[in-house]
Every structure is written in C-alpha cells, then in structure tokens.
C-alpha cells in the first residue's frame, strides 16, 4: 500500500483502494496530533493563533460515502478533545474556509477530491486564515502518521462531552457572498444563463442568489450524482462539451459551471465555446482593476498566461508566480496586497474576499463585469483579444506511471530541449516541471500530476493550431520514455 501523500492540495485516494475507512483514520491522528501541538499557541499574544477557538470545521463533498469519511474525521479529532463543527449537508470548499474565517477556528477539513474522476476521495486541511495549507504544515502532518495509536469516540459521547455539533457552514457563507457581490447592478440585468454545477456542491446556490433578479437562470445537473454523469467534475472543454451545445443550442448569453467542491469555475460563451482558466482569470481580473477599480498585485502558477503579464506591466503592477497548487498561492497572499490570484484550472481568489478559490464568487463577478460594462460576454472578449493580442492555451494529461514520470523529469532536466518546432528556447523554468519558453514568447512545459498517475503537457501560442503543434510535440516527445 502507497503511503498517505499530501499533494498539490491535500491527500487524494481511489476509494476502497487507498482511501480506505482505516487510512481516514490514519490520516486524521495525524492531523489531530498535529492541531494538538499547536494548542499552546492559542494563549501566546504574539502568535498568530492567539485567541482562536480550539475548533475546526469539518465539510464534505457529494463524493460516494464522503459524509461518512467526515464523521471519521470528527470521531477521532473529538476523541483527542478537539471541538469539531460538522457539516450537517454537501458543502462547498469555499463555505469550510469561510466559517474557519468567520469563526475564528484554528483550521478545517473538506473531504473532497475537488475535480477528479469519481472514484477518488480526498482530504484537504485548512489553515486558520481560511485557505490551503502549505508544505511546512502538511508535511509535520505526513511525519506524524503511524505515530499514535488512533483514538476514537462515538458522536453521541462527542456531544455529552460537548466536542461536537452539527452545522450549516454554507448559510454564512452564501450570505455573506451577497453582501460581498453588487447584487444592486444585477437586479435588472436581463441575461439567460445555463448553470452546472456538476453535481458537485455548487447545487443551486446561484438560483438561490439571483432569484430576484431578472435574470433566466436554467440549472442542470444540481442533484448529488456520485458518479457525475459519467463525467469527471472537471469544468474545461473536455468535460462541459455537452454543456456548451446546450448553450449554442438554447441560444443563453452564457454559461457557468463549477467543479466537484464549488471553488473552480468554467465559462461559456453563447457560441459555444469554454473558456480556458486563463481567460476566466484574465476577465475576473480585469473586473476588478478596471470595473471596481481595486489595485494590487497578482499571483499566477507556473501555468499561468502571458496575457495577465502584459496586463500588469501595461498599470505597473507586481506579479507573483508559484508552483502549482493553491497553498502556494494563499501564502502570497497573506503576505503581499494581493488583488487577485489564480490558476490555470479556473481557481480564482480575490481580495477582500478569502485566500481561497471561490467558484461561486467567481460566477458572480462573471455577470457584475457584464452588468458594469454593459456589452455581452463575447463583446467583451473580443475587445481583450483586440487590445492585448491572443492567447491561446492547451493542455493534454497522459497516463503516465510513477516510473514513467521520474525517468521523463531526469531526461528533460540532463537533456533539457534547445529549440521546439523549430523555435529557440530562450528561458527554461524548472521549480514545478519544465516550462520551454520559446523566442516567440509561446510556451510548452511538462509537469508531473501531483494527485494522479498523469503526465500534463501545457502551452500557449498566438493560435489554436500553434498551440496544439506544441503540445503535439511534447506528447511524441513523452510517449517514447
């Protein structure tokens, strides 16, 4: 059996394979001995826990059996006398952060495999801040496992010692997302828009939002699914190609989608087309800057598009860029004037807001930006491709083994490429992978999945055929490893 591995957002299992009901114990000793021995910190004034409630919150996803992998986690937290909130339904990644945030717990858990295939579970820990963790944290927590015998109590001695109790966590957080989005510039705003939610846990909370609105919203696949459909609850191209022909065919204004745990969002424009998670953070940004006039500076993964760059030099903005993996970013961001941080996937946080993606925010600064400028979605791409250039992203996951992986890493880093396609290679970033950038300022980097047995291959060009010649020459490159 593979050792217990906190990836690039928490550990992420095959059900009834690894994630097994003795391994969710495992994990959760850990993350009790790790919370047990930050306790002292609550009473220091000069740390950044002091006065936190000795409590986390626990939320999970509509995943097979993932209500019962929290009740796993609650029992044994409690038993170490750790107070537990347990979500009493299907909660969003974004509302655990919230009501860490709102209620001053020292950290959280989401059981969760966010947008992976439906046979993973996940466990993802949350810092006192309300975001991802990073290494320095999950890593005390993978050297303490198998170190303590597990504890555990049963909820109804949980309760009599009153360690535990039952939440909503997503009614502060929906409520609060209200206050937070200029619900005053939508009310009037008349716009068809087709929402899936995956069968995640962005359910219909958007309906909820906008019902008085004049707004048509058409919700599709909002019920728990523990299969998706069929469909990982992944919202890119390949996963929301029956949803785009509804939205080309229903002729809405567009499209949203949010993924397994509601913190990623997918766009579509009325043509039919998904947008790339550069172009989402590319609009999402630009709301903010231009529409709401907020500065700061902005974070992207080592994934991240050329267009955010020319963006920022344009208003002399800072920028930031991190491995892949949103703990990277949350720690940016809790120590620069951050305005908006992102990642390729369409994983997008705000300032003012949480360290932390938020799909459904994110869904609702879709519209706001639609509402202020007052042109459709796809007038307002138009005009970003006309006064910045295009960019054009592409990505290919290859099944790719643990073997496999180490052998191509040591092939790309010994033997690393001197032109590709014919074009120059002038910088090679190496943090997180291999990015090749080319003369022509287009890209095409290899990089090890950190949560499955794939490769991922990525590039952006000024078209759609140079971007994909690219990611074509690296998949025959990979292929013959």
């Not at 957002?9 to 009834?16: F, K, L, Q, T």
């Not at 466990?123 to 944290?137: A, L, M």
């Not at 609850?233 to 929301?240: C, G, I, M, Q, S």
């Amino acid at each position: 059996m593979k050792k217990i591995h906190f990836g690039t957002d928490g550990w992420r299992a095959v059900i009834s394979d690894e994630f097994t009901f003795a391994n969710v114990e495992i994990i959760s000793q850990a993350m009790a001995d790790y919370i047990g021995g930050i306790k002292s910190k609550i009473r220091n004034k000069k740390s950044e826990l002091y006065k936190k409630q000795y409590a986390v919150c626990i939320g999970y996803d509509t995943r097979f059996l993932s209500e019962k992998y929290a009740e796993i986690v609650a029992t044994v937290l409690s038993a170490n006398g750790i107070k537990v909130f347990l979500s009493d339904r299907s909660t969003p990644t974004p509302s655990v952060s919230f009501y860490i945030r709102k209620h001053n717990l020292i950290g959280g858990v989401m059981i969760t495999a966010s947008h992976n295939p439906f046979n993973y579970n996940g466990v993802k820990y949350k810092g006192y801040f309300g975001g991802s963790v990073g290494t320095e944290i999950t890593g005390k927590m993978e050297k303490g496992l198998y170190k303590s015998k597990v504890k555990k109590i049963s909820i109804d001695e949980a309760r009599k010692r009153k360690l535990f109790d039952y939440k909503d966590l997503t009614k502060e957080h929906i409520e609060s997302v209200k206050r937070f989005i200029d619900l005053k510039s939508l009310k009037n705003i008349k716009l068809k828009v087709l929402v899936d939610s995956m069968n995640g846990t962005g359910k219909d909370f958007l309906e909820q939002i906008l019902s008085n609105t004049k707004m048509k919203i058409d919700m599709i696949y909002a019920k728990r699914d523990a299969y998706f459909g069929g469909r990982s609850p992944e919202p890119n191209e390949h996963y929301l190609s029956c949803t785009a022909k509804k939205v080309k065919k229903g002729k809405y204004d567009l499209g949203l989608a949010t993924d397994g745990d509601a913190d990623r969002l997918g766009v579509i424009s009325s043509d039919g087309k998904v947008l790339t998670g550069h172009k989402v953070m590319t609009l999402l940004f630009l709301h903010l800057l231009e529409d709401r006039k907020k500065r700061g500076g902005v974070v992207q993964t080592i994934c991240g598009t050329k267009l955010i760059d020319k963006i920022c030099a344009e208003y002399g903005l800072e920028t930031f860029e991190t491995s892949v993996g949103f703990k990277y970013i949350a720690q940016i961001f809790l120590q620069e004037n951050i305005l908006v941080g992102g990642e390729e996937t369409g994983g997008v946080a705000f300032k003012g807001w949480l360290p932390e993606r938020d799909g459904i925010v994110s869904a609702l600064m879709i519209l706001e930006m639609i509402a202020y400028r007052k042109k459709s979605l796809k007038k307002i791409l138009e005009h970003i491709d006309k006064k910045y250039g295009t960019y054009v992203y592409k990505r290919c996951d290859l099944e790719f083994s643990e073997k496999k992986k180490k052998k191509l890493m040591g092939i790309l880093k010994n033997k690393p490429f001197k032109s590709i396609n014919g074009k120059k290679v002038v910088n090679v970033k190496s943090f997180d992978g291999f990015k090749y950038i080319l003369q022509d300022d287009s890209w095409v980097m290899f990089r090890a999945s950190g949560t499955e047995p794939k490769l991922r291959i990525y590039s952006e060009a000024s078209s759609g055929k140079k971007a994909q010649s690219l990611v074509d020459c690296g998949k025959r490159f990979a292929n013959r490893v």
